[in-house]
């Protein structure tokens, strides 16, 4: 791939993310009102986060027995509530592991 | 109530210290798959300078590696970003006054989730000294992270780097499971959301849309069908 594609690739990414944030700072001086617009963007960061986490996690470790524990273990620390960066750590801990173990039996 | 005193930089820095560890963990794992999906370590580098968010740019970089349109890219940054916009807006409501037009066109670069969180939940108005504090320490672990998890992209054993693949989902999990447990409509969103990316993921025909479009058409979908089945109770966008 060449630089200039790159560049406005990541141009596009920042110019669009940059003006999503900035513009309601700059233009809106009011609360949004509506109850569906407030609940829509409400969900919309699960539903992306849910979307682009499965099926894909179970290929983001090399082998899919890997991934699948990986998965499991970061299932199992999220809903003791540990913190973002203990069930990213465990999730690849418990991933890398498996892949050790997994070709033994 | 007392007069408070104004938030200073140091404390803007103290409360940043939890996000920024948090992002550099988070950040070396997308820099190891940025440069698995083929991305150099300067571009996944000046992609966490200039982005800042890890959903876009995981999304940006599948899109990158599978050499999407540009539209496409605008469009999945667009619905996946949105999120933003109301955190801007209800920022607004928090900042004290010496925030002018110049000072709202440079902070709103660097509003994340948990910075967003942070400045949400402190009392009283926030100052650009605090707001300064509480930005520049996870901006520059976010790419320091995706620096060193690039570079070590380079040179890590391929286990290694498989097994750390994991840490950016590992994140994302950890930010859909609490509320999910507490909260009917996050389930029901996410259950959905889930379903319709297997849906793509699997089905022939359906296996050929590509992965920024899967992302927004899931996303818009799950999030219509939770305002419209579970509408928020007020007060409810602040707590999450």
């Known amino acids: ?105 | 109530m007392n007069e408070q005193k104004d938030l200073s930089f140091a404390e803007g820095l103290k409360d940043a210290v939890p996000i920024a560890l948090g992002y550099l963990s988070v950040s070396f794992g997308f820099g190891i798959m940025a440069v698995q999906a083929g991305i150099p370590l300067w571009a996944a580098v000046l992609i966490s300078l200039s982005n800042v968010t890890s959903a876009g740019q995981v999304a940006g970089v599948t899109i990158i590696s599978a050499a999407g349109g540009y539209f496409e890219m605008a469009l999945t940054q667009f619905i996946i970003n949105l999120r933003y916009s109301l955190m801007s807006l209800s920022l607004t409501q928090k900042l004290d006054k010496t925030f002018k037009t110049p000072a709202r066109l440079g902070f709103s670069f660097c509003i994340t989730d948990e910075i967003f969180a942070v400045s949400s939940g402190k009392g009283g108005h926030i100052t650009k000294k605090y707001l300064s504090g509480l930005m520049a320490l996870p901006y520059f672990t976010w790419s320091l992270g995706t620096f060193l998890g690039a570079f070590a992209g380079e040179i890590l054993p391929e286990a290694v780097k498989n097994a750390l693949g994991m840490a950016i989902y590992g994140m994302f999990i950890a930010i859909i499971v609490p509320p999910l447990k507490k909260n009917k409509g996050v389930a029901a969103v996410v259950i959905t959301s889930v379903a319709l990316s297997c849906l793509f993921a699997y089905v022939p025909f359906l296996k050929n849309v590509s992965g920024g479009f899967v992302i927004i058409i899931c996303g818009i979908i799950a999030s219509l069908a939770g305002a419209l089945l579970f509408p928020i109770k007020e007060k409810e966008d602040e707590e999450t």
């Open chain 1, 1 to 105: 791939m060449n630089t200039t594609t790159l560049l406005l690739y990541i141009g596009v990414m920042a110019g669009v993310t940059y003006l999503i944030r900035m513009l309601p700072m700059l233009v809106f001086r009011k609360k949004i009102k509506s109850r569906f617009v407030k609940s829509f963007l409400f969900y919309v960061p699960y539903a992306v986060l849910g979307a682009m986490t499965i099926p894909a996690v179970f290929s983001a470790a090399g082998s899919m027995g890997a991934s699948l524990t990986g998965f499991v273990i970061a299932v199992v620390a999220a809903l003791l509530n540990g913190s973002l960066t203990v069930v990213a750590l465990l999730a690849s801990f418990a991933a890398y592991i498996a892949s050790w173990l997994i070709p033994l039996f």
